[in-house]
């Protein structure tokens, strides 16, 4: 069985998508349509940089889903048996086989990034990743803490993101390296995604996405907050507005991918970052 997943921040480069836009007639029209929909250009942002604006969250998250959807759009033989997204990467996946339209999805994708470079913006929040503890030790030392910090994305084994406010963040981190973390990388982030601190944006989110159209998937998509396949549109949206909170369950996604029958795994999207995880995973599947 084929898979396909969708990588989410981090992914990004400057130049992304210019071949799609030289190379497609289809891939073309869709990019200008992007900017025709957000009312400013993100193509130029994509495929000019600089690579400071690029990273905003703003526009990370639109290039992302923008280069994903096109990339799925212009493939010949785009016909999965199962999907998966990394955060962002859901949208992705989810406009891909048609949950939603591009359009609708590059609308909550494009308010989504909005609310949650705002909330970044009012509450000083971080995210660290933990290389070579065992998942329950970070668990533990996570809910000990006074603060607001949790477990955002569980990625593969050995590595654990950590996400909440920066205080409570680095006295985490601190303990971490006393019990014997081999490597701790604090991410370039302002923010602390999949985080209590996203509740405000969620609530909000959750608005927009009721008035979205959702419909049933074509095949069975293995969302982050479970990482279970799902395929009914009221279980995937539910899903997708308790995203924003909730852990990435990622390589247990995949995990679960692997034990329903995939064999390939197809990235779509900027780069190969999930190809990194991905070897991980398969070695202790």
Same mark, same amino acid.
């Given at each position: ?26 891939? %073309? =029209? ?7 929909? *957000?009312?400013? +250009?993100?193509? &130029?942002?994509?495929?000019?940089? #600089? ?114 406010? %920066? =205080? ?7 303990? *971490?390296?006393? +019990?014997?973390? &081999?490597?701790?990388?604090?991410? #370039? ?5 999949h985080s209590p601190i996203m509740s405000t944006v969620q609530k909000k989110l959750e608005k927009i996405i ?46 679960n991918m692997i034990d329903d029958g995939a064999i390939t795994f197809n990235e779509i999207g900027p780069g ?14």
């Amino acid at each position: 069985m084929k898979a396909y997943i969708f990588p989410g921040q981090g992914s990004q480069f400057v130049g992304m998508g210019k071949d799609l836009f030289h190379s497609s007639h289809l891939a %073309k =029209k869709k990019f200008k349509l992007s900017d025709d929909i *957000l009312g400013f +250009k993100i193509t &130029k942002i994509m495929f000019e940089g #600089p690579q400071e604006i690029l990273k905003n969250t703003l526009y990370t998250q639109l290039a992302i889903y923008i280069y994903s959807v096109i990339k799925t759009k212009i493939l010949n033989n785009f016909n999965p048996d199962m999907v998966a997204g990394h955060s962002l990467g859901e949208f992705s996946a989810l406009a891909s086989i048609g949950v939603f339209s591009f359009e609708e999805g590059l609308i909550l994708v494009n308010k989504r990034a909005y609310m949650m470079q705002k909330i970044c913006q009012s509450i000083s929040g971080g995210m660290a990743v933990i290389l070579g503890l065992e998942d329950h030790i970070i668990e533990e030392v996570c809910k000990k803490d006074k603060g607001i910090i949790v477990p955002a994305n569980y990625n593969s084994p050995g590595q654990l993101v950590i996400s909440g406010e %920066k =205080k409570a963040l680095q006295r985490v981190c601190l303990s *971490l390296k006393k +019990k014997g973390a &081999k490597k701790i990388l604090i991410l #370039p982030v302002n923010g602390a995604f999949h985080s209590p601190i996203m509740s405000t944006v969620q609530k909000k989110l959750e608005k927009i996405i009721q008035k979205i159209s959702f419909k049933n998937s074509k095949c069975p998509i293995y969302q982050n907050v479970n990482a279970q396949p799902v395929t009914k549109y009221h279980e995937i949206k539910k899903n997708l507005i308790e995203q924003l909170t909730s852990p990435v369950k990622w390589k247990q996604s995949i995990k679960n991918m692997i034990d329903d029958g995939a064999i390939t795994f197809n990235e779509i999207g900027p780069g190969n970052i999930l190809q990194g995880l991905m070897k991980k995973i398969y070695k202790n599947a």
